[in-house]
């Protein structure tokens, strides 16, 4: 392997690397610190606006944060081809801001809310987008599957296998807000990027 190819490699695994860091991190966290990070509706009415951030690096259980930390994993393997660590978090943040606001603003029901779900969501989304760019028909899959997943959970898919294992709720409406999340970003890159080629790769 050239070094060249290498330092892609080890540029495309940083950010994910980076994300489960911040979500182990949080999860062995004191509760004080944790109670502060937490996604909390009405805290977050109360100016709290950080928390549409934090609260998706929290998890419920050691099930939950390893699910998502592999999950986190399988996208790289996808996708690292589009990950260059500065462009990645700055994807990161954008999907969790805009699906912490999906659930401020249109699911009133959510009070509280953690975990890389949704966020997760935004990426397989974001990524499929990328390879039907490319011409890959495996992206119309992913975008499908995930937009016929996430409609499953919305007119009332069975989740309490999952929410046995995580230890909550399944916080279906997190999954729709990402995955729009996901079809929003590549938009808002062709806007205010310059063009759909100026993704996160370049960073």
């Known amino acids: 392997m050239s070094y060249s190819l290498m330092f892609e490699k080890v540029s495309s695994a940083l950010g994910?690397?980076?994300?489960?860091?911040?979500?182990?991190?949080a999860?062995?966290?004191?509760?004080?610190?944790?109670?502060?990070?937490?996604?909390?509706?009405?805290?977050?009415?109360?100016?709290?606006?950080?928390?549409?951030?934090t609260g998706h690096f929290l998890?419920?259980?050691?099930?939950?944060?390893?699910?998502?930390?592999?999950?986190?994993?399988?996208?790289?393997?996808?996708h690292s081809d589009y990950y260059r660590a500065l462009g990645y978090l700055l994807l990161v943040?954008?999907?969790?801001?805009?699906?912490?606001?999906?659930?401020?603003?249109f699911s009133p029901s959510v009070s509280w809310y953690?975990?890389?779900?949704?966020?997760?969501?935004?990426?397989?989304v974001w990524g499929g987008i990328h390879?039907?760019?490319r011409g890959w028909m495996t992206g119309y899959l992913i975008v499908l599957?995930?937009?016929?997943?996430?409609?499953?959970?919305?007119?009332?898919?069975?989740?309490?296998?999952?929410?046995?294992?995580?230890?909550a709720p399944v916080a279906i409406d997190a999954h729709l807000w990402g995955a729009v999340a996901g079809a929003l970003v590549p938009g808002l890159w062709l806007v205010f990027g310059g063009g759909w080629r100026r993704s996160v790769r370049q960073y």
């Open 16 to 25: 994910p690397l980076i994300l489960i860091g911040l979500a182990v991190l």
């Open 93 to 105: 943040v954008l999907l969790a801001l805009l699906t912490g606001a999906g659930l401020l603003f």
């Open 145 to 167: 599957g995930t937009a016929g997943k996430v409609a499953w959970e919305q007119f009332g898919g069975d989740t309490s296998a999952a929410a046995a294992l995580i230890g």
């Open 114 to 124: 953690v975990g890389l779900s949704g966020l997760l969501h935004g990426l397989i």
């Open 27 to 53: 999860f062995f966290s004191p509760d004080n610190i944790r109670e502060l990070l937490i996604y909390d509706r009405g805290r977050i009415l109360s100016g709290e606006f950080w928390r549409l951030l």
């Open 59 to 78: 998890h419920t259980n050691l099930n939950h944060l390893l699910l998502n930390c592999a999950a986190v994993a399988v996208l790289w393997v996808l």
């Open 131 to 133: 390879d039907i760019q």
